[in-house]
């Protein structure tokens, strides 16, 4: 697998990563609810007695109160969304990665390492996979906004009340206080993904300064 990875200069290609979210929302509704049966389709939950407090949160207020059935159950209602939502950062992010992998699995020090006589594991895990994190972690940070966009296309299609659908009622009304509050949270949720990223780049390659 690992010869497989050097000799290989060709990104896989997927062509979830180039459809739009609002599609692949609904082609996983039509296969995973309409054909398969297996997920639900929109709402938080199919409790009809769920709580609704203190938090608001359902996934929260279920552990407060006690109720694992809900919990579970609103686990079960956010797989698809999640899905849909994460599925083109995620291709993504691998890509970048499985090309930063490529190029640090063919430097000299990796060559050392194996004539050692250290195991392939060791070999892609502490001198591969760590010195290839740089590239894929900037491209983490960048997609984050992809994900809070998504949010409010995701959130609308699957009737999930949260920060999105809050935003797509109050643009029609044009409810601005509420537009600029959830624009801020985002703006601020976006900096703060990318000076974590930051961090994680100096802890995964010491030669990164901050």
């Known amino acids: 697998m690992i010869e497989h990875l050097q000799l290989s200069s060709e990104p896989p290609t997927?062509?979830?990563?180039?459809?739009?979210?609002?599609?692949?929302?609904?082609?996983?509704?039509?296969?995973?609810?309409?054909?398969?049966g297996w997920l639900p389709a929109t709402g938080q939950t199919s409790y009809a007695n769920?709580?609704?407090?203190?938090?608001?949160?359902?996934?929260?207020?279920?552990v407060l109160h006690g109720r694992l059935g809900v919990l579970l159950d609103a686990w079960w209602h956010l797989v698809l969304p999640a899905f849909c939502l994460s599925v083109v950062p995620a291709v993504s992010i691998?890509?970048?990665?499985?090309?930063?992998?490529?190029?640090?699995?063919?430097?000299?020090?990796?060559?050392?390492?194996?004539?050692?006589?250290?195991?392939?594991?060791?070999v892609l895990l502490r001198?591969?996979?760590?010195?290839?994190?740089?590239?894929?972690?900037?491209?983490?940070?960048?997609?984050?906004?992809?994900?809070?966009a998504g949010d409010v296309v995701v959130e609308e299609i699957f009737a999930w009340p949260g920060v999105g659908n809050y935003v797509a009622q109050s643009l029609p009304v044009g409810d601005?206080?509420?537009?600029?509050?959830?624009?801020?949270?985002?703006?601020?949720?976006?900096v703060?993904?990318?000076?974590?990223?930051d961090v994680l780049q100096r802890l995964a390659d010491p030669r990164v300064r901050i």
């Open 192 to 197: 703060a993904v990318n000076a974590a990223v």
């Open 14 to 36: 997927c062509t979830g990563a180039s459809a739009p979210i609002f599609l692949l929302a609904l082609l996983g509704i039509l296969l995973f609810y309409g054909h398969l």
């Open 94 to 122: 691998g890509r970048v990665l499985r090309g930063s992998l490529v190029s640090v699995l063919r430097q000299d020090y990796v060559r050392t390492a194996r004539s050692k006589g250290l195991r392939e594991d060791v």
């Open 176 to 190: 601005f206080p509420a537009i600029a509050g959830v624009t801020i949270v985002f703006g601020v949720g976006y």
């Open 50 to 62: 769920a709580p609704t407090g203190p938090t608001g949160l359902l996934t929260v207020d279920a």
């Open 127 to 148: 001198h591969g996979l760590r010195n290839s994190l740089g590239p894929a972690l900037a491209m983490t940070g960048l997609q984050a906004g992809l994900l809070l």
